[in-house]
């Protein structure tokens, strides 16, 4: 169970760190435009994490969003890696959070029937 909680602490810790840099603009690419991480999933043996990703816009935008976290998955790593302590840092997998996406449309349906009441 130790290394549950360890691989949990992890993955919030890269979270943290990822949006962090977004927050602050040190990742370059103008197709990161205003993306929130949802969460990160990383391997027991620390080889791979995937980052969850919203970002408010069309499917095409959310396309170019991904491909440019893409493009910087190596920056990301190499910063993730001079900031945080640990023997590894995982190659960085991003996908978009369909579940957010899931819940908002969901929430909208809802007001829509209160609505009606």
């Known amino acids: 169970m130790k290394g549950g909680h360890r691989i949990e602490r992890l993955q919030e810790l890269f979270k943290e760190e990822i ?20 969460k990160v999933e990383v391997t027991r043996d620390l080889s791979f994490a995937t980052v ?42 991003f996908k978009v959070d369909k579940n957010l996406e899931h819940s908002l449309r969901i929430g909208e349906l809802l007001q829509k029937i209160r609505e009606k009441k």
């Open 19 to 38: 949006s962090r840099m977004l927050v602050e603009g040190r990742i370059k690419d103008p197709g990161v435009g205003f993306v929130t991480i949802t």
């Open 52 to 93: 969850y990703f919203s970002v408010m816009g069309s499917e095409e935008e959310k396309e170019e969003t991904l491909h440019a976290l893409e493009r910087a998955a190596g920056y990301i790593q190499g910063q993730m890696g001079r900031s945080i302590r640990v023997r590894k840092i995982p190659k960085l997998r």
